[in-house]
């Protein structure tokens, strides 16, 4: 579409400021917060997506305002002064790129705890545990009220003095709209009680704010405007808030949410991943926006341009806020202007970025290992000095990422590959239909390698001869793993691996008992496929609780069908031995509390899944005959220099990547993809 003509390349006039095109990353925390302040890594990773040509970074998700409102996961402060000079920064980075900048500002509520930071009492409307982060929450006192509502207007002052273009209240499950809720408010004070009451601390905060701020500095509001929970903020309500709000002339857009947030099923609903529908909430923020003639703003998976286009062409939406597409690819813009759509990386909905936050990480992207290492890691991969012959062998997640950005770099690449397709444990993955969206990672890479006239040979199980008839000056062994067993006592040969029931080569039994000794997608994968067959499944794991590698958003969907299917999850427990018993198989289970503890399962099936082994025997033929024996300087790796230390005569560098090295995950492969070959 001719970017004179194309609905979200149009401005758009907030108040004063002017937004140079539709599209937003919402306010969202990725925890590269250092003491709580924006330094240098929060700042850089917001400044690439100015670069590609954001309209609006919305910083933070939330910054909290109060002492009393200890980061959950790693919020920024917005309560300290020493704030203001790191915003400042990051502000005049993305203002220099013309991408404007705000910040979400809340008060946490119910949704933190009290064992952190200064241990002061957790504060809500009403004294209503939130189950996600387990505080029992005590009623905000009048005294409690007044403090907070200082902080807000504080900490607004703050943002203003940074150079921010305005701010955001943070109303969807913490503790602004927690009064709103009937589900969180049961006071019977003038906080309680009617709508009028209930929005009573809400008014005075933004009269706070509007005081210490004037009256020209944009003030928005995320809201949740229908809480979809019987328990909760009805529609009817929500939508009456929505309108007072924008009727009052103190608020100058809304940023519209529908659901809630209390558990992490409840999240999901709010967040989509893979396998749900895609902007589920898109129709209804139009309704809102069509009731209250007020800017809309609004995210929830709209993750292609297409939809994001359709949401402004329809008068739905104002801005439309693509966030985890940016995280994949902060360049959208940029590549739209560009007439080069499909090159944009795609968000495939696998939420790693989002797991990793609620379990404590930082947000990493599963196939952009550049997103938040934007200090050492490129988006746009620069062209080397000195063009190599590269060989990869191996079209898995790392060796087609480092065929890639070899390519990118100007270096002539080869790639062989077993298989007579590519993609490795990702074409595994993608077997569970719910999950058929990470063949994205696959085919956006294919389609790159395509155009940069990169050649796959399929069917090719490769030698040494193989690759030295190829004259390499890099060779990357990409080969991957194989599954592997766990430790038995007996019954090796009677044990079926998970990769055989995602691959369909083998059938689920009818009675099937699956132990996961690793915690992840893999063997979570399978005893969905497996429950959804229809066989009766018990899941035994080792470990406190049962996938610890995966995060909560994931944990959804499979426990969803876990509980739909009746099926059994046995934690704290091994699988010991196998053996058969008649046409059918016991399995002896024991503790690592109670080591003369034994259970005895008779079941048509035991399936096992236990991490992988490098498929490394190429690697071993061509260590001897590299330069440097395999070597590499993890030192120069992380730091900068030659990664290629010389420890004999050769005529090629060598390395491995991925699981040729040992057991891991699809981001430690592209990971590893990207900051190798970018040193070639």
């Not at 003095?161 to 305005?166: E, I, K, P, Q, R």
């Not at 689920?508 to 997608?521: A, F």
Request: hydrophobic share 40%; charged share 25%.
């Amino acid at each position: 579409m001719p970017t004179a003509t194309d609905p979200l390349l149009q401005p758009f006039q907030l108040k004063h400021l002017t937004l140079k095109n539709r599209i937003m990353s919402t306010s969202h925390e990725p925890a590269y917060s250092e003491d709580g302040m924006p330094k240098e890594r929060y700042r850089l990773y917001h400044r690439e997506k100015a670069k590609g040509g954001i309209a609006l970074t919305m910083t933070a998700g939330s910054a909290v305002v109060s002492r009393e409102s200890p980061p959950a996961f790693g919020n920024l402060h917005a309560y300290r002064d020493e704030i203001v000079p790191w915003l400042r920064e990051l502000a005049d980075d993305c203002h220099e790129q013309g991408a404007a900048v705000m910040i979400q500002l809340t008060h946490l509520g119910r949704r933190t705890s009290w064992n952190k930071a200064d241990w002061l009492p957790v504060v809500s409307a009403s004294p209503i545990r939130e189950p996600a982060h387990r505080a029992f929450p005590k009623e905000a006192e009048d005294w409690d009220i007044e403090r907070i509502i200082a902080d807000y207007a504080a900490a607004a002052q703050r943002m203003q003095a940074a150079g921010l273009d305005g701010i955001e209240f943070e109303a969807y499950g913490h503790l602004m709209d927690g009064f709103w809720s009937p589900a969180t408010n049961r006071r019977e004070d003038e906080y309680g009680g009617s709508l009028d009451n209930r929005l009573r601390f809400t008014w005075m905060v933004i009269d706070s704010v509007r005081k210490a701020v004037g009256p020209d500095f944009i003030v928005g509001i995320r809201m949740v405007a229908d809480e979809d929970w019987e328990l909760g903020l009805s529609r009817e309500e929500g939508v009456e808030i929505a309108r007072r709000l924008a009727a009052s002339g103190k608020f100058d857009f809304l940023n519209v949410i529908r659901g809630h947030i209390d558990t992490d099923a409840a999240l999901n609903e709010v967040i989509p991943i893979q396998g749900m529908r895609s902007s589920p909430h898109l129709d209804f923020a139009g309704e809102v926006r069509q009731l209250t003639k007020f800017p809309v703003f609004h995210a929830a998976r709209i993750a292609d341009v297409a939809t994001a286009r359709h949401a402004v062409a329809e008068g739905k939406l104002d801005m439309v806020g693509m966030t985890r597409a940016h995280i994949a690819d902060p360049h959208i813009v940029r590549k739209i202007m560009a007439g080069e759509e499909h090159r944009i990386r795609p968000c495939v909905g696998a939420t790693y970025c989002l797991d990793r936050i609620y379990e404590g990480g930082e947000a990493l992207c599963i196939h952009n290992a550049a997103t938040g290492r934007e200090l050492t890691m490129p988006h746009v991969i620069a062209k080397a000095l000195r063009p190599r012959n590269v060989v990869v062998v191996g079209a898995g997640p790392a060796g087609l990422e480092a065929a890639r950005v070899a390519a990118e770099a100007g270096h002539g690449v080869s790639v062989l590959e077993a298989a007579d397709q590519a993609g490795g444990q990702v074409q595994l993955a993608a077997k569970n239909p719910r999950r058929k969206e990470m063949i994205g990672i696959v085919d956006w890479r294919l389609d790159e390698l395509a155009r940069l006239g990169v050649g796959i040979r399929y069917n090719v199980w490769a030698e040494a001869n193989d690759v030295l008839e190829m004259s390499p000056d890099i060779v990357v062994v990409a080969t991957g793993g194989m599954p592997q067993n766990p430790r038995l006592e007996a019954g090796d040969a009677l044990v079926t691996s998970s990769w055989d029931i995602m691959a369909g080569a083998v059938k689920p039994g009818e009675t099937v008992l699956l132990y996961d000794d690793n915690g992840g997608h893999q063997g979570m994968g399978a005893a969905e496929m497996i429950a959804e067959g229809g066989s009766k499944l018990e899941l035994v794991s080792p470990e406190r609780f049962f996938a610890p590698e995966m995060g909560g958003m994931n944990h959804v969907p499979y426990m969803r069908a876990f509980h739909r299917r009746n099926v059994r999850i046995t934690i704290n427990t091994r699988l010991v031995a196998v053996s058969r018993s008649g046409n059918q198989l016991l399995a002896v289970l024991g503790s690592d509390y109670a080591p003369d503890h034994r259970e005895e399962r008779l079941v048509d099936q035991v399936v096992v899944e236990h991490g992988t082994l490098p498929i490394d025997e190429l690697y071993a033929e061509l260590k001897p005959l590299s330069s440097n024996r395999g070597a590499i300087d993890y030192g120069a790796l992380v730091n900068g220099g030659d990664i290629f230390p010389v420890r004999g005569e050769g005529g090629f560098q060598l390395l491995r990547i991925g699981d040729a090295v040992h057991s891991r995950n699809i981001h430690a492969a592209i990971y590893d993809g990207l900051r190798y070959a970018m040193r070639f």
